[in-house]
T-cell receptor, first 114, second 112 residues
Framework: QQQVKQSPQSLIVQKGGISIINCAYE??????FPWYQQFPGKGPALLIA?????SEKKEGRFTISFNKSAKQFSLHIMDSQPGDSATYFC?????????????FGKGTKLSVIP | EAGVAQSPRYKIIEKRQSVAFWCNPI?????LYWYQQILGQGPKLLIQ????????DSQLPKDRFSAERLKGVDSTLKIQPAKLEDSAVYLC??????????FGPGTRLTVL
C-alpha cells in the first residue's frame, strides 16, 4: 500500500520558471512532511519540512503548501535554476508512533533547462 | 561536521553470493536507519536502530537480510544469499533529533 503518492514522475521547466510537485497522503496520523533533494550518486538531503499546524512554509526559493483537509502538500520552486535539476522526494512520518519513520513518495525528476 | 559514511560505494556480485555494507553515522546520532532504494523509487525503510537496539525491522527480509549495530555506533547490513531483485542502492541515515535524518551517499549493489 503506497501511503504517499507523488506527481508528476518527471518535470521539465524553463530557467526562471516555477516548478510544482504534488504529494497526497492517506494516513491521517502523519504529522511531519519533509521534502528531500537527491542528486545522482548522492544520498537524499533535507530541503524543507512542514508540520500540519501551518499551511505554508517558505525558505528562500522553496515553499511548501499544506492542505490538511485534502491530505495534500506541494513543493514550489520559484525562479528555477539549472542547479535545481535533481530528483525530489516528498515524505511523511508519524511522530506519535514513536519511531519517526519516513514513508517516501516515488520521486519527481526535475530538469531545468536554460 | 562529518557526514554519514558508507562503504563500499559500489558492489557487483553474482546471485546467491553474500555481501556486506558498512555505515558510520554522524557522531552522537543515536538513531540509525537502513533504506533500500530501487531505481526509480523512493527509499524504503529496512531497519531502524536506536543505539544498538532494533526499533523496527518489520520490512527487513529476514530470510536473507541481517543487520547489526554493535556498541551503538557503526552498523553493517548483510545479504546472504543475494537475489537479482536485491539490486538497488542501500542508504544509511542517522538522526539526533527525531525527524531530521541525514543520509549517506549509499552503496550501489548490482546482482548478476
Amino acid at each position: 500500500q503506497q501511503q504517499v503518492k507523488q506527481s508528476p514522475q518527471s518535470l521539465i521547466v524553463q530557467k526562471g520558471g516555477i516548478s510544482i510537485i504534488n504529494c497526497a497522503y492517506e494516513n491521517t496520523a502523519f504529522d511531519y512532511f519533509p521534502w528531500y533533494q537527491q542528486f545522482p550518486g548522492k544520498g537524499p538531503a533535507l530541503l524543507i519540512a512542514i508540520r500540519p499546524d501551518v499551511s505554508e512554509k517558505k525558505e528562500g526559493r522553496f515553499t511548501i503548501s499544506f492542505n490538511k483537509s485534502a491530505k495534500q502538500f506541494s513543493l514550489h520552486i520559484m525562479d528555477s535554476q539549472p542547479g535545481d535539476s535533481a530528483t525530489y522526494f516528498c515524505a511523511a512520518s508519524n511522530s506519535g508512533a514513536g519511531s519517526y519513520q519516513l514513508t517516501f513518495g516515488k520521486g519527481t525528476k526535475l530538469s531545468v533547462i536554460p | 561536521e562529518a557526514g554519514v559514511a558508507q562503504s563500499p560505494r559500489y558492489k557487483i556480485i553474482e546471485k546467491r553470493q553474500s555481501v556486506a555494507f558498512w555505515c558510520n553515522p554522524i557522531s552522537g546520532h543515536a538513531t540509525l536507519y537502513w533504506y533500500q532504494q530501487i531505481l526509480g523509487q523512493g527509499p524504503k525503510l529496512l531497519i531502524q536502530f536506536q543505539n544498538n537496539g532494533v526499533v523496527d525491522d518489520s520490512q527487513l527480509p529476514k530470510d536473507r537480510f541481517s543487520a547489526e549495530r554493535l556498541k551503538g555506533v557503526d552498523s553493517t547490513l548483510k545479504i546472504q544469499p543475494a537475489k537479482l531483485e536485491d539490486s538497488a542502492v542501500y542508504l544509511c541515515a542517522s538522526s539526533y533529533s527525531y525527524n531530521e535524518q541525514f543520509f549517506g551517499p549509499g552503496t550501489r549493489l548490482t546482482v548478476l
